[in-house]
């Protein structure tokens, strides 16, 4: 189904908070569809300040990772920050391998990435 909103999307101050509604990004079509909801954000609705918050998710494909990474591009050319949180240990330690974990500020707790976002502002 290629409509199915796959991304739930709320407002917490001026960020816009991304929590990803499935378990397993893994699959292409779940991918592509989940990447054009986020690209979306960013480019018909100038969300530039984007968290993503990882609670639900188990199981991220290096395919997901890429678009997570064109996603950060895409941000920074708007100006934007993005920032990603609440991910486990087990795909936490795939950004570590892979050194995303340089290039994307990732913490434990959704509260907690929501006041970085605020500091900047100061």
């Known amino acids: 189904m290629a409509d199915e909103q796959r991304l739930l999307v709320e407002a917490v101050d001026d960020v816009t908070v991304v929590t990803f509604k499935d378990k397993k990004i ?15 954000l960013v480019d018909k609705q100038y969300k530039t300040r984007l968290l993503l918050n990882f ?17 950060n591009k895409r941000v920074k050319e708007e100006n934007g920050e993005l920032k990603l949180c609440n991910i486990i240990p087990e795909i936490y ?28 502002e100061a």
Not at 56 to 68: D, F, P, R, W
């Open 26 to 40: 893994l699959d292409e079509a779940v991918i592509q569809e989940v990447g054009d909801q986020l690209f979306s």
């Open 93 to 120: 330690e795939v950004f570590r391998i892979t050194k995303l974990n340089r290039l994307f500020e990732i913490y434990e707790e959704m509260e907690q990435a929501v006041r970085r976002f605020k500091r900047r």
């Open 55 to 71: 609670e639900n998710v188990e199981y991220l494909s290096s395919a997901a990772l890429g678009k997570l990474i064109t996603l």
